[in-house]
Nanobody, 122 residues
């Protein structure tokens, strides 16, 4: 059974940093593209970043480019999202996702975590 578990969320002041982690089990991680999405209250879930099977390729939403960095360590079955320069608009529940597509930037992932809350105060 595939399971994705996010951690690392919390409350941070504007301009601060957080690192989210996504621990995967029940799958061979090197065969899955991975992604981060977020959903703010009253808004639709939106794409944040994606990374290919071995991390050779990454893709970011314009809103986070230059501030967020996605990475993965397949041997640890873990993906990360380093978030710097956080803004109040980054406040949302952040979800990790996995799919056998090499690099997927839409919400058509097969597997999703439960989410972790990130709150950025002004």
């Amino acid at each position: 059974q595939v399971q994705l578990v996010e951690s690392g969320g919390g409350l941070v002041q504007a301009g601060g940093s957080l690192r989210l982690s996504c621990a995967a089990s029940g799958l061979t991680l090197s065969r899955y593209g991975l992604g981060w999405f977020r959903q703010a209250p009253g808004k639709e879930r939106e794409f944040v970043a994606a990374i290919s099977y071995n991390g050779d390729h990454t893709y970011y939403a314009d809103s986070v480019k230059g501030r967020f960095t996605i990475s993965r360590v397949n041997a640890k079955k873990t993906m990360y999202l380093q978030m710097n320069g956080l803004k109040p608009d980054d406040t949302a529940v952040y979800y990790c996702a996995a799919d056998q597509v090499y690099l997927l930037t839409t919400a058509e992932y097969d597997y999703w975590g439960q989410g972790t809350q990130v709150t950025v105060s002004s």
